[in-house]
């Protein structure tokens, strides 16, 4: 959400170019798209929340790339509740079942009722299912693509809230219904749910996942006026953004529900699918392996050359230098040591004349 900042208190310098702007929506819908698509196929519980808020943050970037300026910091505010809930949640869960992938949960709904009930409004929150916090935002973010007539933009946004709200039920569905898995060295019955003041801070995080788009309802067209930006008119909401959004929200929950419920075993064919899909399309270890196969070694060989050519040039200008002054440092040189020097040499050079004759005469001889 940082970067979200930064760019939007920056937002000037995109503002004055219309490509700047296009391509912040480019990148903002491929980074949506892809980060739902990807948390619908992660095991690990941490990483599919994590990859949800991608996901988040891209819809995000796209709203200020087609200029829905207030929207976007609107969906920061609405989206930031339900996303703290379900990792404070997370956290919770892994606590009690020592581990976080999503295949060993299951069943906490009946031994976890407080922590269900909670990551449950948080899930419906982040969906964007009515009239739950990101359902203003999205439907503010939606107005203003319906508001340029951008046929990519509205599917775009449209597809991620379905297939966010897939991915988000997903993950309540494989933790909270059906049996709890059975593993070796754990006993389920031991799992307890949270209390003290992890207890009270989910309660009071799940109170704005309710309300944090209540200033929605203030005329309605109007709900985000208190952000603006010179010259970038508000991203009013109307009635066909909200019933888009609502029913995309509703379909793509109502998707997950039916479909992970039964907890089906994954085809062997679609395998190397999931497991690519699961691991981000390899994009972090694509990072890493360019990272320490290329750019580190590059940078050492760079380092090197850098160093013996630097040298190289600095030898070179102080000769240079040296030799373009011969009145100073002829100056300084004293005329006994130079004659000392040369009848040094001369006796040297003598003596080993004498030598090499006398051996060749020993020879011949």
Same mark, same amino acid.
């Given at each position: 959400?940082?970067?979200?900042?930064?760019?939007?208190?920056?937002?000037?310098?995109?503002?004055?170019?219309? *490509?700047?702007?296009?391509? &912040?929506?480019?990148?903002g819908?491929?980074?949506?798209?892809?980060?739902?698509?990807?948390?619908?196929?992660?095991?690990?519980?941490?990483?599919?929340?994590?990859?949800?808020?991608?996901?988040?943050?891209?819809?995000m970037? &796209?709203?200020?790339?087609?200029?829905?300026?207030?929207?976007?910091?609107? %969906?920061?505010?609405?989206?930031a509740?339900?996303?703290?809930?379900?990792?404070?949640?997370?956290?919770v869960?892994i *606590?009690?079942?020592?581990?976080?992938?999503?295949?060993?949960?299951?069943?906490?709904? $009946?031994?976890?009722?407080l922590?269900?009930?909670?990551?449950?409004?948080?899930?419906?929150?982040?969906?964007?299912?009515?009239?739950?916090?990101t359902?203003?935002?999205?439907?503010?973010?939606?107005s203003?693509?319906?508001?340029?007539?951008?046929?990519?933009?509205i599917i775009?946004?449209?597809?991620?809230?379905?297939?966010g709200?897939?991915?988000?039920? *997903?993950?309540?569905?494989?933790?909270?219904?059906?049996?709890?898995?059975?593993?070796? *060295?754990?006993?389920?019955?031991?799992?307890?749910?949270?209390?003290?003041?992890?207890?009270?801070?989910?309660?009071?995080?799940?109170?704005?996942?309710?309300?944090?788009?209540?200033r929605?309802?203030?005329?309605?067209?109007?709900?985000?006026?208190?952000?603006?930006?010179?010259?970038?008119?508000?991203?009013?909401?109307h009635?066909?953004?909200?019933?888009?959004?609502?029913?995309?929200? =509703?379909?793509?929950?109502?998707?997950?529900?039916?479909?992970?419920?039964?907890r089906?075993?994954?085809?062997?064919?679609? %395998?190397?699918?999931?497991?690519?899909?699961?691991?981000?399309?390899?994009? %972090?270890?694509?990072? $890493?392996?360019?990272?320490? $196969?290329?750019?580190?070694?590059a940078?050492?060989?760079?380092?090197?050359?850098?160093?013996?050519?630097?040298?190289?040039?600095?030898?070179?200008?102080?000769?240079?230098?040296?030799?373009?002054?011969?009145?100073?440092?002829?100056?300084?040189?004293?005329?006994?040591?130079?004659?000392?020097? &040369?009848?040094?040499a001369?006796?040297?050079?003598?003596t080993?004349?004498?030598?090499?004759a006398?051996?060749?005469?020993?020879? =011949?001889?």
């Open positions: 959400m940082c970067g979200v900042y930064l760019v939007a208190r920056a937002y000037a310098l995109f503002h004055a170019s219309p *490509r700047g702007l296009a391509l &912040l929506a480019i990148v819908g491929v980074t949506a798209v892809l980060g739902v698509l990807w948390a619908l196929f992660q095991e690990n519980l941490k990483r599919a929340i994590a990859y949800t808020t991608m996901g988040e943050l891209g819809l970037m &796209l709203a200020l790339g087609i200029g829905a300026y207030g929207a976007g910091i609107f %969906e920061v505010f609405a989206h509740w339900p996303k703290a809930l379900l990792f404070l949640a997370a956290g869960i *606590r009690e079942l020592r581990t976080e992938r999503l295949a060993e949960m299951g069943g906490l709904w $009946q031994r976890m009722p922590t269900g009930w909670v990551m449950l409004i948080a899930v419906a929150a982040g969906a964007g299912i009515p009239p739950f916090s359902f203003w935002s999205k439907d503010a973010i939606l203003k693509a319906l508001a340029l007539r951008s046929p990519i933009a775009v946004i449209t597809a991620v809230t379905l297939l709200a897939m991915a988000l039920v *997903r993950i309540f569905r494989l933790a909270f219904t059906g049996e709890t898995a059975r593993r070796r *060295r754990f006993d389920p019955d031991r799992i307890g749910d949270a209390g003290g003041r992890v207890a009270t801070a989910m309660v009071i995080l799940a109170i704005p996942c309710i309300v944090a788009g209540i929605g309802f203030r005329g309605r067209t109007d709900p985000i006026a208190f952000v603006t930006f010179p010259g970038v008119a508000l991203s009013n909401s009635f066909v953004a909200a019933a888009i959004t609502a029913a995309a929200a =509703v379909l793509g929950a109502a998707i997950a529900w039916g479909i992970y419920g039964r089906p075993s994954p085809a062997v064919a679609l %395998e190397p699918v999931r497991r690519a899909m699961g691991e981000g399309l390899f994009v %972090e270890r694509a990072y $890493q392996f360019g990272a320490a $196969q290329v750019l580190l070694p940078s050492r060989a760079a380092g090197w050359i850098e160093g013996r050519l630097d040298a190289t040039i600095d030898l070179v200008a102080d000769s240079v230098a040296f030799a373009g002054r011969p009145r100073r440092w002829l100056s300084d040189v004293r005329t006994r040591q130079v004659l000392i020097g &040369l009848f040094a001369v006796v040297a050079l003598a080993v004349s004498i030598m090499l006398g051996r060749a005469i020993g020879k =011949v001889g």
